[in-house]
DNA sequence: ATAATAAGTTTGATTTTCAAACCAACTCTT
DNA sequence: AAGAGTTGGTTTGAAAATCAAACTTATTAT
């Protein structure tokens, strides 16, 4: 009877990595608000609500782990914009996921940010299995019996 | 010529309250734990490393929020499991979005969650457009000319 | 010459986080 | 029956992060 010991380590995994780079309180706010298009640093301060001093801090680790990047648009005296990478805008997903649970599941009404294809629709995230297709309702009324995780247990 | 003067408060919206929930360092951790099946405070506070007395306090707050639900496995003493509710199982695309993003846009290697559809293939997470139906490549390579963001800007 | 803009940095007070110790209620072992 | 272990937290005291507001430096506009 073989039986896996409890590990006292937290799991690590990418879900975590994720979180280690834009799961604090400012960092995705940021990011929505470079969606909008390149930004001077008073006005993402501006729209999120971040104190100057964090978001100082917070542009410099996106740019580190390459989210976002200081493009100039003045010399004398040096200033610069901030604008999204590929990897930054590779997090609309997130975006989007995260937003459709709030308007679903949290009691609120706003619903301002809208990314929109070039064809006027809206984009929209969907969940479904790789294989077969099947689509995972993101209200998920009963979502537990379409998914299980193969993890060790202990 | 109209123009929009400058709001002076952050931009409110879905995004940002759903942050306010999850938006912090362990929820999402919390969460993912809990898509393994229903688990006790300890076994929760050792797989996602989050300090006991925080995690108490981010426990009642998801279970205020309705993500999660407390439910009794004894009297005498009085315990209790915690378990996702449908609101809670509703933020696995979020899970799958920022998993992706992690494994494809950070350096790094885990890769232990995994959610599968009951058919055994794994699920995965696509942005596209509502009417067209054109994919968003999650790589976004060259995603700033597929979508624009309509709002006011000042 | 004065005021305004811009991008931060500094300051000092308040909050939050943290690890480790502690507690209460029970069960299990000897 | 006494002592050790388990479970789900709470308490404590120190360290770190957050915050709002004031300040700095460089430059342009009036």
């Given amino acids: 009877m073989l ?7 937290p799991r690590h995994c990418n879900i975590a990595d994720a979180l280690e780079v834009v799961g604090d309180r400012w960092s995705l706010l ?9 930004q001077r640093f008073t006005d993402i301060a501006r729209h999120t609500g971040a104190p100057r001093d964090i ?21 004398h005296p040096p200033r610069h914009e901030y604008r999204l990478t590929p990897s930054g805008r590779a997090l609309s997903p997130v975006l989007l ?20 294809h070039s064809c006027g629709a809206e984009f929209v995230a969907q969940v479904h299995c790789k294989a077969c297709g099947e689509i995972l309702p993101m209200d998920a009324s009963d979502a537990g019996k379409l998914f299980v995780a193969d993890l060790p247990r202990d």
């Fill in 3 to 9: 039986s896996i010991p409890p590990s006292e380590v």
């Fill in 30 to 38: 940021v990011v929505r608000e470079l969606f909008y298009g390149p």
């Fill in 55 to 75: 978001l100082a801090v917070r542009l410099r680790k996106l740019e580190e782990h390459g989210v976002l990047m200081r493009v100039p648009y003045s010399e």
């Fill in 97 to 116: 996921t995260l937003k459709r649970w709030g308007s679903e599941n949290l009691s609120g009404g706003a619903d301002p940010i809208v990314l929109r």
